[in-house]
């Protein structure tokens, strides 16, 4: 049986994020909201880089299985 990491593994794709200012607080923490952008940068570039699809032109749908997850380390 093929397990959540496997699928993940399958589906592999990472894109470099420049930070900006305005994404972290005086303290050099990323803000939690910036992480949904972030995560949306990397679907668009995913879904045209190697989809090789346009989302905003196209008819076609496309279905994202999200699981996203954030552990604090104190």
């Given at each position: 049986?093929?397990?959540e990491e496997n699928q993940a593994?399958?589906?592999?794709?990472?894109?470099?994020?420049?930070i900006r200012f305005n994404d972290?607080?005086?303290?050099?923490?990323?803000?939690?909201?910036?992480?949904?952008?972030?995560?949306?940068?990397?679907?668009?570039?995913?879904?045209?880089?190697?989809?090789?699809?346009?989302?905003?032109?196209?008819?076609?749908?496309?279905v994202f299985r999200l699981k996203?997850?954030?552990?604090?380390?104190?």
């Open positions: 049986k093929e397990t593994e399958q589906y592999y794709h990472s894109l470099p994020i420049q972290v607080d005086r303290y050099g923490h990323v803000n939690n909201n910036s992480y949904f952008a972030y995560y949306d940068l990397g679907k668009e570039e995913y879904l045209r880089n190697v989809l090789k699809m346009d989302y905003r032109n196209s008819a076609e749908v496309c996203q997850t954030i552990t604090v380390l104190h």
